[in-house]
């Protein structure tokens, strides 16, 4: 089941960061290794959650950090929100994991989930 996302449902600033961690979803998807996977997943839940999000990783780029506080909280929209999440618990399934195929495909539904191909 896609949850593909309609910029329309979230507010101004939450669209670019639901971009932005779309792109890093798809370059985990393409990347060679689990680490690979990893990083950009990382980076993608970064923008997501936001700096202060549950899940936040420090140790890891932040590549929406000048968009906003992360594409959840910047999003008023409650069905839009429960969307994200589901990415969220997606891109936490493939960083729970050391498999990289399991941490391929998650990477792939949350690309997926967050509407780019």
Known sequence: MALLI??????ADAAPQVETAAVHAGLAAQAANVKGV???LHHSLNC???PDGDGFDSDEM???????N???PDTSDSKM????????DKANSGLDTDDYDEAKTAA??????????
């Open 6 to 11: 309609s910029s329309s449902a979230m507010a």
């Open 38 to 40: 990893q990083t950009h």
């Open 48 to 50: 997501l959650v936001g």
């Open 62 to 68: 932040n590549p929406c950090g000048d968009m906003g």
């Open 70 to 72: 992360g594409a959840i």
């Open 81 to 88: 929100k429960e969307k994200l999440e589901s990415a969220v």
């Open 108 to 117: 792939m539904s949350v690309q997926k989930m967050l509407g780019t191909k």
